[in-house]
C-alpha cells in the first residue's frame, strides 16, 4: 500500500481544503520545495501534487512551484500532478520538466476524445481523477455534480488505457471523517486498473483497513489534512503498511 503525501498549491503555498472550498483552506507552509523534501525524507515513494488555482481557473497556475517540487524530489521518487490540465501541450511540457503523471479530472467528464488522445500521446502516465459524491462524478472543482456514475466512467475510460484511478468522496476529503472503503472497494472490484483512495483520511486505523483490501485492486491512498494536523504520523503509517504487505 502506497501512501501519498498531497501537496495542494494555492497562491504558491501548501494548504488544505475542506471538501474542496477554497475559502476553507489551512496554510501548512510557505515552502512548497521544503514540504515536499519533508515528505521524501520521512519515507514517501510518490508525491501527489493539487494545483488548486489551476483547477478553478482551467489551467495552470502554480507551475513556479511545481518547478521547485521538482528540482527538489523529482529525480528520487515520481511526482503525479493534478489542477487545470486541460491540453496535451500542457501535458507534455508538464512532463518534460520531469512530472511522473498527470491526472486528469474534470476534462476527462467533459472532454472523454481529450482523455483518449492524452494516453494515445503518452501512454503510462495519464491517470485519471474522479470526484464524487454519492456514487455521481463532480467536476469543476467538485462544484458541479454530474448524472454520470463513476462505476461506468472509469470502466470506459480504463479502456483508452488510463494507468489507473484516483476516487475521491468529495464529501469527506479534508473532513477526517475517514475514508469510504466500501464505495472504493465496489469500484476497484469493477476494474482492472489499480485505484488511489481519497478523501476523508483520518488515521491508523484507516490504513490499516485498506491494507486489508489492497488485493481487490487497490494500490495507495493520498494522503492529506490528517498528515499535516498530526492525526497520522507518515513514517510510522508507512511502516505499517508495510508491515501488513509482509504477512499476506
Given amino acids: 500500500m502506497l501512501l501519498i503525501p498531497a501537496i495542494d498549491l494555492k497562491d504558491g503555498q501548501c494548504v488544505r481544503l475542506k471538501q474542496g472550498d477554497m475559502q476553507a483552506s489551512t496554510t501548512f507552509g510557505e515552502d512548497p520545495a521544503a514540504m515536499a523534501r519533508r515528505w521524501v525524507d520521512a519515507g514517501a515513494r510518490r508525491l501527489h501534487l493539487v494545483d488548486l488555482n489551476g483547477a478553478f481557473a482551467g489551467k495552470p497556475v502554480n507551475e513556479a512551484a511545481i518547478k ?11 511526482v503525479q500532478l493534478g489542477g487545470g490540465i486541460r491540453d496535451l501541450d500542457t501535458i507534455e511540457r508538464y512532463l518534460d520538466d520531469g512530472l511522473s503523471f498527470i491526472i486528469v479530472g474534470t ?22 481523477g474522479l470526484d464524487a459524491k454519492d456514487g455521481k462524478v463532480a467536476t469543476d472543482g467538485w462544484s458541479k455534480l454530474t448524472g454520470h456514475e463513476v462505476v461506468d466512467l472509469a470502466r470506459k475510460f480504463e479502456d483508452y488505457g488510463v494507468e489507473g484511478v484516483i476516487y475521491t468522496d468529495i464529501g469527506r476529503d479534508g473532513m477526517l471523517t475517514g475514508i469510504n472503503i466500501e464505495a ?20 491508523l486505523p484507516d490504513i490499516e483497513r485498506l491494507c486489508a483490501v489492497e488485493g481487490e485492486g487497490i494500490t495507495g491512498v493520498i494522503c492529506g489534512r490528517a498528515i499535516y494536523s498530526g492525526d497520522l504520523d507518515f513514517a510510522a503509517a508507512q511502516q505499517r503498511a508495510d508491515s501488513l504487505a509482509l504477512k499476506v
Fill in 107 to 128: 476534462a476527462a467528464v467533459k472532454n472523454p476524445g481529450f482523455l483518449k488522445d492524452a494516453c494515445t500521446a503518452f501512454g503510462g502516465h495519464i491517470i485519471v
Fill in 68 to 78: 521547485a517540487i521538482l528540482r527538489e524530489v523529482g529525480d528520487e521518487i515520481p
Fill in 184 to 203: 472504493t472497494v465496489r469500484l476497484a472490484q469493477a476494474l482492472t486498473m489499480p485505484v488511489i483512495a481519497s478523501g476523508g483520511l483520518s488515521g
